[in-house]
């Protein structure tokens, strides 16, 4: 069974930085590729970055270019957002996803139940 278990969100002030995390299981995580989304509140869940554990690509949106940091420890099947300078309009429910195909590129079917990021002072 698929199972993505996010953590590490909280409250933050603005400027601010927080890692959240993403713990995977029941797949093959070396060879898989894991994507980050948001959600604020009364908008559609977005895609914000994304990694290919095997080769080690990543992506990001541009609203969170340069500020957010995908990493992956395999050893530890865990998947990382380091977020900084964080501004109030980070504010959302953070989930990561799993995709298929092993391609960030692919169709994300199975998430995580989220985390809640606050940016506010």
């Known amino acids: 069974e698929v199972r993505l278990v996010e953590s590490g969100g909280g409250l933050v002030q603005p400027g601010g930085s927080l890692r959240v995390s993403c713990a995977a299981s029941?797949?093959?995580?070396?060879?898989?590729?894991i994507g980050w989304f948001r959600q604020a509140p009364g908008e559609e869940r977005v895609a914000i970055s994304c990694?290919?554990?095997?080769?080690?690509?990543?992506y990001y949106a541009d609203s969170v270019k340069g500020r957010f940091t995908v990493s992956s420890d395999i050893a530890k099947n865990t998947v990382y957002l380091q977020m900084n300078r964080l501004e109030p309009e980070d504010t959302a429910v953070y989930f990561c996803?799993?995709?298929?195909?092993?391609?960030?590129?692919?169709?994300?079917?199975?998430y995580g139940q989220g985390t809640q990021v606050t940016v506010s002072s």
């Open positions: 029941g797949f093959d995580f070396a060879d898989s590729a």
């Open positions: 996803a799993r995709s298929s195909g092993g391609s960030c590129l692919g169709i994300y079917d199975d």
């Open positions: 990694i290919s554990i095997g080769d080690d690509d990543t």
